[in-house]
């Protein structure tokens, strides 16, 4: 899967835009693609148990930086430090088709 043709950050928003190759648009809040890491340090590698608490995911999250890695992923790093985080183009194309461009109930706001 190709590089989008581009990504934005907007930190007011707080949501990572992504226009695609084939023009899609696809919107992620930042502590929702924040609490869909797929880490180590936030799910159990063998057997894929969420470890991540999403409690701890401040509602306020930032991204404070984004890079790159080959032509195959985003890697994130958060405000609270958290960057080993790898966000593939497939994964996140997905993300957006399990959320069909809305935006997903944050759940446990107050
Ligand atoms: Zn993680």
Redo the contacts with the bound molecule.
């Keep these: 899967m190709d590089a989008p043709k581009s990504i934005e950050a907007s930190r007011d928003d707080r949501e990572l835009r992504i226009t695609w190759n084939d023009g899609h648009q696809s919107a992620y809040g930042f502590k929702y693609l924040r609490e869909q890491?797929?880490?180590?340090?936030?799910?159990d590698e063998i057997t894929g148990e969420l470890l991540?608490d999403p409690d701890s995911v401040p509602t306020d999250i930032q991204i404070n930086d984004a890079k790159l890695v080959g032509n195959y992923a985003l890697k994130i790093i958060w405000s609270n430090g958290?960057d080993?985080?790898l966000y593939t183009w497939i994964r996140l194309r997905e993300l957006c088709h399990s959320s069909t461009g809305q935006q997903p109930p944050t759940g446990t706001d107050d």
């Design positions: 890491c797929q880490c180590a340090q936030c799910v991540l958290h080993t985080g």
